[in-house]
């Protein structure tokens, strides 16, 4: 089944510790993408990758980071400098321009 | 201003009703517009996708873009308890730009 696969489900972290989400895919999608949901607040880009080995900042990428060494893979890392990190995280992917995003189901992160 | 806008609500409607969901944008360049729906603790699910003016069905759905307007609604006909869902709205073209969502409730 092609799709896009999030895990952990449910994160905890505890304070000024890094913790990695992991977003695999199969779809052979070029672009891939990571965002935060906060109640009300809608989805936030935090960063988006086109191509492998290349990616950029999204509207809030401070307190993050990511890799993009394998075209079905795109991590993104919470880092001790992130002072908010709790959040529904969502990882989507597309084909190329002009094609829709699709979600994995997210991944839930509260701190300890 | 926000790229895309959305009536956040809640909307709350009986079973069986017609629903209306809409969004403004504010970026003429806008070519692609789609809808997603998103229920808890859940991934969005791409519902409808667009990139012309008019009108898309797909069976309850009905997805109308005026880019005259920048303008585009959602539709929903014999709406179903199981429609209950945030239904989010997007438009532009490399990154996406989400509307906040709207919340609907469908009452048995």
């Known amino acids: 089944d092609g799709g896009i696969t999030q895990s952990p489900k449910y994160l905890f972290r505890k304070e000024g510790q890094n913790v990695t989400l992991s977003c695999e895919q199969n779809?052979?999608?070029?672009?891939m993408y990571w965002y935060r949901q906060d109640p009300g607040q809608g989805l936030r880009l935090i960063y988006y990758?086109?191509?492998?080995?290349?990616?950029q900042k999204g509207d809030i990428a401070e307190g993050y980071s990511v890799s993009r060494e394998k075209k079905e893979s795109f991590p993104l890392t919470v880092t001790s400098a992130q002072k908010n990190p709790t959040a529904f995280y969502l990882c989507a992917s597309k084909a190329g321009a002009g094609q829709p995003q699709h979600f994995g189901d997210g991944t839930r992160l509260s701190i300890l | 201003q926000k790229e895309v806008e959305q009536d956040p609500g809640p909307l709350s409607v009986p079973e069986g009703a017609i629903v209306s969901l809409n969004c403004t944008y504010s970026?003429?360049?806008?070519?692609?517009f789609m809808w997603y729906r998103q229920y808890s603790r859940k991934g969005p699910e791409l519902l409808m996708y667009?990139?012309?003016?008019g009108n898309k069905e797909d069976g309850r759905f009905t997805a109308q873009v005026d880019k005259s307007s920048k303008y585009i609604s959602l539709f929903i006909r014999d709406s179903q308890p199981s429609d209950s869902a945030t239904y989010l709205c997007a438009s532009g073209h490399t990154p996406l730009v989400f509307g906040k969502g709207t919340r609907l409730s469908v009452i048995a």
């Open positions: 779809l052979n999608h070029d672009a």
């Open positions: 667009t990139y012309s003016s």
């Open positions: 970026n003429s360049a806008f070519q692609y």
């Open positions: 990758s086109q191509i492998v080995n290349d990616f």
